[in-house]
């Protein structure tokens, strides 16, 4: 019944404080928007995650890994304490990532299908580095890209992200930003990245 569901197009599914769901497997995903909330023993999502316009993942203390693609518009993450993998291909127009503690790598191939790219990464706790080497466009004309990295004690650097908008705000070992400015920065705002240098 479950995947009938998420495979009929053009629907809003919520997946909701399902206890008994240890994996969720989608063939094809058809929702124009997902959210799977409270499912406090699911471990694993494979298969496909496309939706028209959002995927949010909220409150998954078992999640451990993220196996399927991302396509969709806007992808969030939050609260899920114990995920230590999330695809390395994806094609969003924004990803936040909020408490994930057990984080240590970001997606390293995505491709932003708006004008203007939303990155946000809070209370990654494991995570090193962000890199953004990988990163294209679908967009033909100028595009800006937004990045706010937030409260991440691991953090050291990044790498060739090019936004034009950065907030860094409580990385404790980040010694130099550069990493994270494009050549049209117009604001940058740095706080409490006692470490900083350049």
């Known amino acids: 019944f479950l995947r009938s569901v998420l495979e009929r197009p053009g ?29 406090k023993n699911l471990t694993r999502i494979s298969g ?16 451990e890994r993220v196996d399927a ?28 990532l909020e408490k994930v503690d057990r984080l240590t790598s970001f ?26 080497s990988g990163w294209t466009t679908t967009v033909r004309e100028r595009t800006s890209r937004s990045v706010t990295l937030s409260d991440c004690p691991a953090l050291r650097n990044g790498q060739d992200v090019a936004a034009d908008s950065v907030h860094a705000h409580e990385l404790p070992r980040m010694q130099d930003v550069s990493g994270l400015l494009g050549s049209h920065v117009h604001k940058v705002h740095i706080s409490n990245c006692y470490q900083v240098r350049s």
Not at 12 to 39: F, P, Q, Y
Not at 107 to 132: D, K, N, Y
Request: net charge negative; charged share 10%.
């Open 11 to 39: 629907l809003s599914v919520s997946i909701m404080a399902c206890d008994d769901l240890l994996t969720l497997s989608i063939g094809r995903l058809g929702a124009t928007a997902l959210k799977v909330c409270g499912c």
């Open 48 to 63: 496909s995650l496309q939706a028209k316009y959002s995927i949010s993942l909220i409150d998954l203390e078992a999640l």
């Open 69 to 96: 693609p991302v396509q969709c518009i806007a992808f969030s993450v939050t609260n899920c304490p114990v995920l230590a993998a999330l695809p390395q291909d994806m094609m969003v127009g924004s990803i936040s």
């Open 107 to 132: 997606p390293e191939r995505i491709t932003f299908t708006l004008p203007i790219h939303h990155v946000s990464v809070s209370q990654a706790r494991a995570l090193e580095c962000i890199s953004g």
